[in-house]
């Protein structure tokens, strides 16, 4: 039985296809799998032909891992976890109720958060120009129409979608479109 491959950057099994073979990039969190690199440096001058150098190096880098967990520890009373205030938590709790009353929750596309829904944006005659498809003569979308706006509340990141009987609109004239070829 083969070994597990675990990405490197997010520490995550990957299973792979056995028909298209391993992975080159990580499902998860899209880094390259093989570019991983580490590099090692040598601490306080020491020579590395020296045995008892290497014990001593080994002894300290343990003895300095365990004294900086412990700081970590004394600093954040929770097992190294950081406190929230009671108002982010509160700000959370709304984010969370908001993104429940939502038809629809869309990823942010620049950090992945839960977006919210912002609004509804009626676009007029006046204000859109259609583009007219040059095979089949009419225009795919045309005015009135509305988009539905999302904004991210970690980025601030705004989105817009189409609404949903617009949605079907669009589709039935592309649908339209092609009977008539």
């Given at each position: 039985?083969?070994?597990?491959?675990?990405?490197?950057?997010?520490?995550?099994?990957?299973?792979?296809?056995?028909?298209?073979?391993?992975?080159?990039?990580?499902?998860?969190?899209?880094?390259?799998l093989n570019a991983y690199?580490?590099?090692?440096?040598?601490?306080?001058?020491?020579?590395?032909?020296?045995?008892?150098?290497?014990?001593?190096?080994?002894?300290?880098?343990?003895?300095?891992?365990?004294?900086?967990?412990?700081?970590?520890?004394?600093?954040?009373?929770?097992?190294?976890?950081?406190?929230?205030?009671?108002?982010?938590?509160?700000?959370?709790?709304?984010?969370?109720?908001?993104?429940?009353?939502?038809?629809?929750?869309?990823?942010?596309?620049?950090?992945?958060?839960?977006?919210?829904?912002?609004?509804?944006?009626?676009?007029?005659?006046?204000?859109?120009?259609?583009?007219?498809?040059?095979?089949?003569?009419?225009?795919?979308?045309?005015?009135?129409?509305?988009?539905?706006?999302?904004?991210?509340?970690?980025?601030?990141?705004?989105?817009?979608?189409?609404?949903?009987?617009?949605?079907?609109?669009?589709?039935?004239?592309?649908?339209?479109?092609?009977?008539?070829?």
């Amino acid at each position: 039985m083969e070994e597990p491959v675990i990405c490197p950057w997010c520490h995550t099994e990957i299973v792979w296809d056995e028909e298209l073979g391993p992975e080159e990039h990580c499902p998860h969190c899209e880094n390259e799998l093989n570019a991983y690199r580490t590099i090692s440096l040598e601490l306080d001058g020491e020579d590395e032909d020296d045995a008892s150098g290497k014990s001593q190096l080994k002894e300290r880098q343990s003895r300095y891992g365990r004294e900086e967990e412990q700081e970590e520890m004394d600093e954040f009373p929770y097992g190294g976890y950081r406190e929230i205030s009671p108002a982010q938590m509160m700000l959370q709790g709304k984010v969370e109720a908001i993104l429940d009353g939502q038809d629809e929750v869309p990823e942010c596309p620049s950090c992945r958060e839960y977006m919210l829904e912002a609004g509804v944006q009626a676009i007029g005659p006046e204000g859109f120009t259609a583009k007219v498809d040059k095979q089949s003569g009419a225009a795919l979308l045309e005015a009135p129409f509305e988009v539905i706006w999302y904004v991210c509340p970690s980025c601030f990141q705004t989105s817009s979608r189409l609404a949903g009987a617009d949605r079907e609109k669009l589709l039935k004239r592309i649908a339209a479109s092609e009977t008539t070829e």
